[in-house]
């Protein structure tokens, strides 16, 4: 018997709203999160442990191999830190909602077949635009919901596949997915794939992270990083490994995220940006397909959301303290804010790959992957990227916001509870870097043989990133901040496409009356959703709120019955 560590926040959440703000709910909070963490390391490591047949399918409600426990245990590791992070935090709507999302992303993990994925993945969506909404400015309406069409897309097209796939004869389970995989490309493959792709912020269909990440409330910002593109690279290490279209795509991302991150002026949109950038190795990692090239996919989901987390929980910080997100509007903060500067940096030499920091160990092993592999163009365009990761991240974020000229900012005090969750998220930063052994031995395809503390790769990653540091500090004036909008693929659905709708409603003459009406109301809604609009596109929801509103109580239904079958 096992406390899987999804339900154990789940009971959580339903706790959290249950009791009054104050010091009991913060306890309750605190222990549900330590419990789903003690509940992920105590997964057995022999496989399936929960079943079910449903519709006579069997479905394999916990599958804990290794791939699943290493993901399970950053999930929940990075749910307690994000609790003590938001522990000040009195809305328990918001608290319930990254609970249910993280313990929704932990299903995913665990879930030994694809039907049951999918029922964790649909309430992954729901709980994620519920804790963007949170969010609460004038922004964030319009940004959740345009994230809930594209989101719905891809759990269109996922579950599209999976239809054609199970209608088709195929057994959902993962273990029988691998053969079918291995013989090649088929539709509900590459449907399936789509919808998978969406999460995973694949260029481009990238835009809605950089577009509702940064919208998100400070807190909730930290759980939006860790789960929703971190379980899409799990599926896609589990199902679609040693694929050259994810290769190349992957080496896309990480270059593409990197110049848009070097263009921003808002440091939450600069660091969702970098998230691309960051999940793209993991993307090619996935392509490569051999034993390193996985495992280093992993290891760096693993270390990356927890510099990730703590590179946004230092910006989170600056945002509380000072209400103020874009460079050009910062600076002179690292005397006022010692603390929060100091752990940011942390946060900013793990993601450059600086040599004791836990991405070293990680992001070097999936471009020795590349070189190992055969594939010299590879290595170079992921070694390019690095460069672009520790100016933009390690240099130029930092230098205009907390070193750069003062601009007499004097920021408000931060609840201890902020300070204490970075902390964590440092010191697990810098012991994982000096101590990689730990995470070496949890992933999925072992004997790991990597070592990345060779003479020839330290020298060669410090030489690198000195060279770096010295172009940005020649250039520096020409690198800040600029009050500008850079603009991305989400500009083609937010402009001409509702235009170009609207004109082909216009012309169908030839359709009758009540269609015609029916087609521009529903367009109407349509452009005006996926517009960069004021605040007055929220009502639009109106429209489809029962249909959501029964889609969740589905799932949530639905849930329910495997726990109970489960546990019986």
């Known amino acids: 018997m096992i406390a899987h560590p999804g339900f154990v926040l789940f009971a959580t959440a339903l706790a959290t709203v249950l009791i009054p703000a104050g010091v009991a709910r913060q306890a309750v909070l605190a222990l549900g999160a330590a419990s789903a963490l003690a509940s992920a390391a105590a997964l057995p490591g022999d496989g399936v442990a929960w079943t079910a047949q449903v519709a006579g399918y069997q479905l394999e409600l916990v599958h804990a191999d290794a791939l699943a426990r290493v993901f399970a245990l950053i999930f929940t590791l990075i749910a307690v830190i994000g609790v003590v992070f938001a522990l000040h935090v009195r809305r328990a709507s918001e608290h319930a909602s990254v609970l249910v999302y993280a313990g929704a992303a932990v299903g995913v993990t665990l879930a030994g077949d694809w039907i049951t994925a999918f029922v964790w993945w649909e309430l992954m969506a729901a709980a994620s635009l519920a804790v963007i909404w949170h969010g609460n400015t004038p922004r964030t309406g319009a940004a959740g919901f345009r994230y809930l069409l594209v989101h719905a897309a891809g759990g269109s097209l996922l579950l599209a596949g999976l239809v054609l796939y199970v209608a088709g004869g195929g057994d959902p389970s993962f273990d029988a997915w691998r053969t079918v995989w291995s013989a090649g490309w088929s539709l509900p493959a590459a449907l399936m794939l789509a919808g998978v792709a969406i999460n995973a912020a694949i260029p481009p269909l990238h835009a809605w992270l950089t577009d509702a990440y940064p919208e998100a409330s400070v807190t909730g910002t930290v759980f939006l990083s860790a789960f929703t593109t971190k379980t899409a690279v799990y599926l896609l290490i589990r199902a679609f490994p040693g694929s050259d279209l994810l290769l190349w795509a992957g080496v896309a991302m990480a270059l593409y995220g990197v110049v848009y991150a070097v263009l921003e002026n808002d440091i939450r949109r600069l660091l969702a940006y970098h998230i691309i950038s960051q999940v793209g190795y993991m993307v090619a990692g996935v392509g490569m397909g051999t034993a390193m090239a996985l495992n280093g996919a992993a290891a760096h989901a693993f270390c990356h959301i927890l510099y990730k987390a703590l590179l946004l929980m230092g910006a989170g910080t600056v945002l509380a303290a000072t209400g103020r997100r874009n460079l050009t509007e910062l600076g002179g903060l690292a005397s006022r804010m010692p603390a929060a500067t100091a752990l940011y940096m942390i946060g900013a030499f793990s993601i450059s790959g600086v040599p004791l920091f836990n991405g070293f160990v990680s992001k070097s092993m999936i471009v020795s992957a590349g070189a190992e592999g055969g594939w010299p163009a590879v290595e170079l365009l992921l070694t390019l990227a690095s460069v672009g990761t520790f100016l933009h991240t390690g240099l130029k974020l930092p230098y205009f916001t907390f070193f750069g000229p003062d601009r007499g900012i004097v920021p408000a005090q931060l609840p201890r509870n902020m300070i204490a969750a970075m902390t964590m998220a440092a010191v697990l930063c810098i012991a994982l870097g000096v101590f990689p052994g730990w995470l070496y031995a949890r992933l999925p395809f072992l004997p790991v043989e990597y070592h990345p503390y060779t003479v020839d790769h330290v020298v060669a ?44 409603v216009a012309g169908a003459g030839s359709v009758g009356e009540a269609a015609r009406t029916y087609g521009r109301s529903a367009v109407a809604s349509f452009g005006r959703a996926v517009r960069l609009a004021p605040p007055g596109t929220v009502p639009h929801f109106d429209a489809y709120r029962r249909s959501i509103g029964r889609t969740v109580t589905w799932v949530l239904a639905f849930l329910a019955a495997l726990a109970l079958i489960g546990w019986l």
């Open 461 to 504: 990653t410090v030489q690198l990133l000195i060279g770096t540091g010295a172009a940005f500090w020649v250039l520096r004036r020409k690198l800040g901040g600029e009050a500008t909008v850079s603009l991305d693929t989400d500009w083609f659905y937010r402009r001409p496409l509702p235009i170009a709708i609207d004109a082909l």
